[in-house]
């Protein structure tokens, strides 16, 4: 797409971020409800001593609940805990509820999702940063060596009848209009797709109508989970790409090395759709892009998580007609619902049947555009489940930004639901 493309392909994640941001915002701004530390909600309000003026009370009321007396109010410090394989201990944290009040504070209060941004683009960009500094130091010798794990992967293919990477992409050459599509569906719609998928979950599991999350069988913990199971697939591939770096198949016929590692490599013919089709993205093709990561796939490792999410995502078997709007981050008490399943089985095929389609899709575009191999792709679920699976590691990051959160003066919202036990 040439220089269009440089343009218009950020632009369209800013747009993306940008309108996730306005979807999720707090539509009632002043109701939001903080989630619980570790003090219990007291049954009743301090009781307040009265004057002779009926408005003394109301006064002292406002006085209290005024940005200036919260700062006071909280505490300075707060408990975190820091788990990992059975191991357990308590820190201290700076509590940044003090300043739920600062203008920047009130500002992601009220627009929440750009607490999303910022995890989005830190983890994005971190990420790239890893790959750019590895494909800087790319020698010849990580070439030859990417190489041979290729190779090596094919043959290991072959050895358990899984080789059908050629077949897939010749049948798909025939069919140039299906083709051309493919190549754009690899080159475009993986980290839109997430994006997207990323507010579509954070509207459903935070920010519905008050009548729906009132009954909803989800809470905003399912999005968050998600988000670190996605995180923490970057740094395993990382960390995979970095120790195993792999060509991926279309760079195996543009190899000239001689001798008959180079003449095998040639010999498959496998051809770089995307290039040669002038539909390569922006985010893929960069002097800093490393093009040796082909082990594992994100891009299937993402769309696989997607994927099992959409299929397996707690439904709610009834229709809301309120258009009232609860707070992204609000603490609605869960409440069961005994309507009719007739709904909820549809909704439930209809999202079996996405949660398929979309991994489905994405396989079938980096294996027609011989991005990567199918070991690849079973590789890249296998890392995003291991991620969903412990995803909570990422819990102890938390101690950092407090700090870091204390430091800016700043307090995130939370979205946490509220226990009815805690009023009692």
């Known amino acids: 797409m040439g220089g269009i493309g440089a343009i218009a392909e950020p632009f369209v994640v800013i747009a993306l971020l940008l309108s996730g941001t306005w979807i999720n915002r707090d539509f009632e701004p002043g109701r939001i409800k903080w ?16 004057s002779g003026d009926l408005n003394d009370h109301e006064d002292v009321e406002s006085r209290v609940t005024s940005p ?12 975190r805990s820091l788990k990992i394989w059975g191991i357990r201990k308590e820190v ?28 989005w683009a830190l983890i994005y960009w971190i990420y790239q940063l890893g790959r750019a500094i590895t494909a800087v130091w790319i020698v010849e010798g990580a070439t030859h060596t990417a190489q041979e794990h290729a190779l090596q992967v094919i043959a290991a293919e072959e050895r358990i009848h899984m080789f059908y990477e050629l077949p897939i992409q010749h049948f798909f050459i025939k069919n140039q209009f299906i083709m051309t599509w493919l190549n754009r569906t690899y080159s475009f719609i993986h980290i839109p797709g997430s994006i997207a998928f990323l507010i579509w979950l954070f509207y459903y599991t935070s920010t519905r109508s008050c009548k729906e999350m009132e009954k909803s069988v989800v809470t ?6 998600r988000r670190r199971a996605m995180a923490l697939s970057n740094l395993l591939a990382f960390l995979v790409f970095t120790t195993w770096p792999c060509m991926p198949p279309r760079l195996l016929s543009a190899d000239t090395s ?3 590692i180079g003449e095998l490599a040639r010999s498959y013919g496998f051809v770089d759709t995307v290039h040669t089709g002038d539909a ?10 490393n093009k040796l990561a082909a082990m594992p796939s994100l891009h299937f490792g993402y769309a696989f998580l997607i994927g099992l999410t959409l299929a397996t995502i707690p439904l709610d078997p009834f229709q809301s007609s309120s258009s009232k709007r609860c707070p992204p981050h609000s603490n609605t008490p869960q409440q069961p619902n005994s309507l009719k399943t007739s709904s909820l089985s ?6 079996i049947i996405l949660g398929i389609l979309y991994p489905s899709l994405i396989l079938t575009a980096i294996i027609a555009t011989a991005n990567h191999f199918i070991l690849d792709a079973v590789i890249g679920a296998i890392v995003c489940g291991a991620a969903w699976w412990a995803n909570d590691l990422l ?13 800016v003066r700043i307090h995130k919202p939370e979205r946490t639901v509220l226990e009815i036990a805690d009023l009692n």
Request: glycine share 2%.
């Open 35 to 50: 989630s619980r530390d570790n003090r219990k909600v007291p049954k009743e309000p301090r009781k307040v001593e009265r």
């Open 68 to 79: 200036s007396m919260l700062i006071t109010r909280e505490p300075e410090w707060r408990r």
């Open 92 to 119: 201290t944290t700076p509590n940044t509820r003090r300043f739920k009040g600062y203008f920047l504070s009130r500002l992601l209060q009220r627009f929440p999702f750009l607490v999303e941004c910022w995890y």
């Open 220 to 225: 905003p913990s399912l999005y968050e989970s």
């Open 258 to 260: 001689q001798g008959k």
């Open 280 to 289: 390569a993205s922006v985010w893929t093709d960069n002097r800093f892009t």
């Open 346 to 351: 549809r909704k439930r095929m209809f999202s």
């Open 395 to 407: 819990l102890n990051l938390l101690v950092i930004e407090d700090w870091f959160l204390w430091l």
